[in-house]
Nanobody
Framework: QVQLVESGGGLVQAGGSLRLSCAASGRTFSTYARGWFRHAPGKERDFVAV????????IYADSVKGRFTISRDSTKNTVYLQMNSLKPEDTAVYYC????????????????????WGQGTQVTVSS
C-alpha cells in the first residue's frame, strides 16, 4: 500500500519557521517529481512548490518564492518544505504529492498532474 505521510506542521508566530516532511512508503518515488500544495479554508487547493525527480529543477508559487525551499532525499524517499518568514496568510493544510509519471522533463503545478497524496498537515501562523 502506497502512503505519503506529512509531518512537521503546527502553530507558529508570524516571522517564524517550520519544516515539513513527507515520507513515502510502499514504493519508491526516486524517479518522480514531488510537490507541495495547500488548502486554506474557503479557498481552492493551491500549488506551493515542486521539485524534479533528480532535484535539479524547482518551481515555486509567487506567494512563497524567496521564503520557502523544497528539497528531497531520495535515499529516504522523503521530500521537505522549509518555510521561513511565515505569514498569517500561509495558514492552511499542507499536502504533499507525487507526480503521475516518472522522469518527466516538465514540472506540474496543477493538482491533476499528481497521483498520490498525503493526508495533510495543518500549519497555523498567528499574527
Amino acid at each position: 500500500q502506497v502512503q505519503l505521510v506529512e509531518s512537521g506542521g503546527g502553530l507558529v508566530q508570524a516571522g517564524g519557521s517550520l519544516r515539513l516532511s513527507c515520507a513515502a512508503s510502499g514504493r519508491t518515488f526516486s524517479t518522480y517529481a514531488r510537490g507541495w500544495f495547500r488548502h486554506a479554508p474557503g479557498k481552492e487547493r493551491d500549488f506551493v512548490a515542486v521539485i524534479s525527480w533528480n532535484g535539479g529543477m524547482t518551481i515555486y508559487a509567487d506567494s512563497v518564492k524567496g521564503r520557502f525551499t523544497i528539497s528531497r532525499d531520495s535515499t529516504k524517499n522523503t521530500v521537505y518544505l522549509q518555510m521561513n518568514s511565515l505569514k498569517p496568510e500561509d495558514t492552511a493544510v499542507y499536502y504533499c504529492a507525487a507526480d503521475s509519471k516518472p522522469l518527466r522533463s516538465t514540472l506540474g503545478v496543477a493538482s491533476g498532474e499528481y497521483t498520490y497524496w498525503g493526508q495533510g498537515t495543518q500549519v497555523t501562523v498567528s499574527s
